[in-house]
């Protein structure tokens, strides 16, 4: 099955700097890469995704970056705030049962 | 439009016990997801409904978690006997069809085995 590697784990920031989260997947069949943020206490809420037809998607603060023949992906955050402080999570998934496999999660940090 | 709505939120139970989750998807989203997420991990599928069939239970411990989905609506996650390592967050999604769409995610159970 697919597997999803996430790094870094932890990542601080100071305000109004950018962040970036790395992941891979092992699976060629991949074609739909979502990107969860989950406060705590709270269930992921999507804040971007990807489809493997595109090598780049942007929405304000946040884009997110896709190698397909690395089979890596990216989320990048510019002018980071401190509300933006969370988990975040990667997944991959593909066309068939629509599964998600998710990366292990990377607490973000925002420091005023 | 309301959320993915989940109950209890947290549950204290001893080992042997057995527990039961519920979870209101979205309104007309016919796939519905349970995944558990053990601190400081990503969630991991247990099973996926489509309407009230089943699509996927293949990491389902099936000794002793068991799911329903009657009237293809609400759904019902049960573990009997519980173990140490089942403690977890149990998360509910749902999503709008079953080829490669958004899963919106509930507030989960958070679940604490003694």
């Not at chain 1, 697919?2 to 092992?26: F, M, R």
């Not at chain 1, 705590?40 to 997110?64: F, T, Y």
């Not at chain 1, 990667?90 to 999660?105: D, E, K, L």
């Amino acid at each position: 099955g697919e597997n999803v590697e996430q790094h870094p784990s932890t990542l601080s920031v100071q305000e109004g700097d950018s962040a970036v989260i790395k992941c891979t997947y092992s699976d060629s069949a991949s074609n739909y890469f979502p990107w969860y943020k989950q406060e705590l206490g709270k269930g992921p809420q999507l804040i971007i995704d990807i489809r493997s037809n595109v090598g780049e998607k942007k929405d304000q603060r946040i884009a997110v970056t896709l190698n397909k023949t690395a089979k890596h992906f990216s989320l990048h955050i510019t002018e980071t705030q401190p509300e933006d402080s969370a988990v975040y999570f990667c997944a991959a998934s593909t066309n068939t049962g629509n599964q998600f496999y998710f990366g292990t999660g990377t607490s973000l940090t925002v420091i005023p | 439009e309301a959320g993915v709505a989940q109950s209890p939120r947290y549950k204290i139970i001893e080992k042997r016990q057995s527990v039961a989750f519920w979870c209101n998807p979205i309104s007309g989203h016919a796939t519905l997801y349970w995944y558990q997420q053990i601190l400081g991990q990503g969630p991991k599928l247990l099973i996926q409904f489509q309407n009230n069939g089943v699509v996927d239970d293949s990491q389902l411990p099936k000794d002793r978690f068991s799911a329903e989905r009657l009237k293809g609506v609400d759904s019902t996650l049960k573990i009997q006997p519980a173990k140490l390592e089942d403690s977890a967050v149990y998360l509910c999604a749902s999503s709008p069809i079953t080829t490669v769409e958004t899963q919106y995610f509930g507030p989960g159970t958070r679940l604490l085995v003694l």
